[in-house]
């Protein structure tokens, strides 16, 4: 399915060629960089974020042609984490964004002069969204057919049909700013509203709204276990380090960092005879040590938070304890069949495991700690993050051994702060 996505899309760039080819010029080219830049920049709006990719279509499509608009976009929208995607992925990303785009492109250039213009920017953005929500429901319900999970894609693709009237009114935007001040108008509208990307609009959820739904829920962490909160701090500290090495855009790093602070958000659910024993636990409460993730997932799903940063946070809180090998849980993920945030996540959460104070053992020196990494790459851990961390760890040596609350952790997130009231 993946390889059909992704070669259609590709063979359609190649017949908008031959439809129509415009010769490219230098505002093309600055329309090509802002769509490379575009996944910096997302913009609240319906509870969900959208990209600018949409709206950056539209000048495209109507100064180039549904050919360029198809490829700018295919290849404008890559991320440098994309980069180390198995192929079938990193080809369907490349395909349905090709798709989507070139039949806005077209929908766009057939419709124009025939309607209002308002509704032909909206038709087209409509048509963006509904190719990628479409293929985005089939891949997910394909998935999780195959693995015999279920997972809430609907509520995804609701979300990115609430940003179908911003797309098109942002699409008209810089519409207008390309036909009367070029593509430097459109630069300066892409500025403008770049800055604006973490403030709220049309009065919904923004960043602080965020902020405060995380410090009451490590308020609920620090009353019930300081050790805990403690390791929510170190495992988003870490995890945050090898991230960056990912290539995660500054926003996107933003929202990987609050997630973070949630993977154990489900042990809340779990009794403290259990957490914090000294003995070995029994058969019977390792399966309910077992459940967390999950617990956490049905927590997680029945607070508001953004639908755009939703999947994020249900991905580590639910998928972290996976192994590479199979043999993890809750489902049994293997490969790279875990999403990366949670394999991520995985190797973060064993390191402040087995360095952090635990009430049954403890902590390994670092050596001990890194030969226990390197013995379990590739059956617990997945072998390239395991690799990438061992870097950090070389190459930034305060990581292993300074107090992550005392460096990035941000002050109103720490359990310091906490104890004293002042989150």
């Known amino acids: 399915m993946l390889w059909i996505v992704g070669i259609t899309g590709l063979a359609f760039i190649v017949v908008l060629a031959r439809k129509e080819y415009r010769p490219p010029g230098f505002d093309l080219l600055i329309l090509s960089f802002l769509m490379l830049s575009n996944t910096a920049a997302g913009v609240n709006a319906a509870h969900a974020i959208f990209f600018l990719t949409v709206p950056l279509v539209m000048p495209v499509a109507h100064g180039f042609g549904p050919f360029w608009a198809a490829l700018v976009a295919s290849i404008g929208t890559i991320e440098g984490q994309q980069l180390r995607f198995p192929l079938p992925y990193f080809v369907y990303n490349r395909g349905y964004v090709a798709l989507s785009a070139g039949l806005s492109a077209l929908v766009l250039q057939n419709t124009w002069g025939r309607v209002?213009?308002?509704?032909?920017?909206?038709?087209?953005?409509?048509?963006y969204v509904a190719v990628t929500s479409?293929?985005?429901?089939?891949?997910?319900?394909?998935?999780?057919?195959?693995?015999?999970?279920?997972?809430?894609?609907?509520?995804?693709?609701?979300?990115?049909?609430?940003?179908?009237?911003?797309?098109?009114?942002f699409g008209a935007l810089f519409y207008y700013l390309y036909e009367n001040y070029s593509a430097l108008g459109v630069v300066?509208?892409?500025?403008?509203?770049?800055?604006?990307?973490?403030?709220?609009?049309?009065?919904?959820?923004?960043?602080?709204y965020r902020l405060n739904l995380i410090k009451a829920l490590l308020r609920a962490c620090y009353s019930k276990d300081p050790d805990l909160m403690l390791h929510l701090e170190r495992v988003a500290y870490f995890s945050k380090k090898?991230?960056?090495?990912?290539?995660?855009?500054?926003?996107?790093?933003?929202?990987?960092?609050?997630?973070?602070?949630?993977?154990?958000?489900?042990?809340?659910?779990?009794?403290?005879?259990?957490?914090?024993?000294?003995?070995?636990?029994?058969?019977?409460?390792?399966?309910?040590?077992?459940?967390?993730?999950?617990?956490?997932?049905?927590?997680?799903?029945?607070?508001?938070?953004?639908?755009?940063?939703?999947?994020?946070?249900?991905?580590?809180?639910?998928?972290?304890?996976?192994?590479?090998?199979?043999?993890?849980?809750p489902r049994g993920l293997s490969g790279e069949m875990i999403p990366l945030e949670a394999r991520i996540v995985a190797v973060a959460d064993a390191w402040d495991a087995m360095t952090g104070r635990r009430p049954y053992r403890r902590?390994?020196?670092?050596?001990s700690a890194v030969e226990e990494l390197r013995q379990n790459a590739g059956t617990q851990f997945d072998p390239k993050i395991v690799e990438v961390f061992l870097d950090i760890l070389q190459n930034e040596p305060d990581v292993a051994t300074e107090d992550p609350a005392a460096q990035e952790v941000p002050g109103c997130l720490r359990s310091s702060s906490l104890s004293a009231g002042l989150c």
């Open 188 to 208: 300066a509208g892409y500025i403008l509203l770049s800055a604006a990307r973490s403030q709220t609009l049309f009065g919904h959820i923004d960043a602080r």
């Open 363 to 367: 902590p390994l020196d670092r050596g």
């Open 134 to 169: 479409v293929l985005y429901i089939a891949i997910q319900s394909l998935k999780c057919f195959c693995e015999g999970m279920e997972d809430n894609y609907l509520s995804h693709a609701i979300a990115l049909l609430k940003t179908v009237i911003p797309s098109a009114a």
């Open 116 to 127: 209002p213009v308002a509704l032909s920017f909206l038709f087209a953005a409509g048509t």
């Open 242 to 329: 090898i991230a960056r090495r990912y290539g995660y855009s500054h926003q996107k790093l933003h929202f990987f960092d609050e997630a973070c602070y949630l993977h154990d958000i489900g042990k809340l659910e779990i009794s403290d005879s259990i957490l914090k024993t000294e003995r070995k636990l029994s058969s019977g409460e390792y399966e309910e040590i077992k459940t967390h993730p999950e617990r956490g997932m049905r927590f997680i799903d029945d607070i508001p938070v953004d639908a755009s940063f939703k999947p994020m946070i249900r991905n580590i809180v639910l998928y972290h304890h996976e192994r590479f090998d199979g043999k993890g849980y």
